[in-house]
């Protein structure tokens, strides 16, 4: 079992950087992937940015590319998700995730479905 913790969400300005923290306590095993969704209010989760844990492939969703950066630290059992040139439309709870697989394989899911653990969110609100 793997518990998630995240934060470093806040209130910036169109334009401004943020970088979301997520430490977890447990196993993250070689071919887990971890990663960040987000929710904005009254939309459904959505696929941010994902990385395998031992293989280091990054995935983004099209929206984020070129602005975020994920990044994982294996000796301290954490990701993290640097954000630059945040728009108001990026304004979402973000959530680190899990996905724990028992074989390699390279790509990202991006439906929360296959995610099996879940942080409690951190807030993100960026004004215009």
Not at 18 to 26: I, T
Not at 41 to 54: I, K, L, M, S, T
Not at 97 to 121: F, I, N
Request: glycine share 10%; net charge neutral; hydrophobic share 35%.
């Amino acid at each position: 079992h793997v518990q998630l913790q995240a934060s470093g969400g806040g209130l910036v300005q169109s334009g401004d950087s943020l970088r979301l923290s997520c430490v977890a306590s447990g196993d993250i095993f070689a071919n887990d992937v971890v990663g960040w969704f987000r929710q904005a209010p009254g939309r459904e989760r959505e696929f941010v940015a994902a990385v395998g844990w031992r293989s280091n492939y990054k995935s983004y969703a099209d929206s984020v590319k070129g602005r975020f950066a994920i990044s994982r630290d294996s000796a301290k059992n954490a990701l993290y998700l640097q954000m630059n040139g945040l728009k108001p439309e990026d304004t979402a709870v973000y959530f680190c995730v899990v996905d724990h697989r028992t074989s390699y394989y390279r790509e990202a899911y991006t439906l929360p479905d296959e995610y099996d653990y879940w942080g409690q969110g951190t807030q993100v609100t960026v004004s215009s």
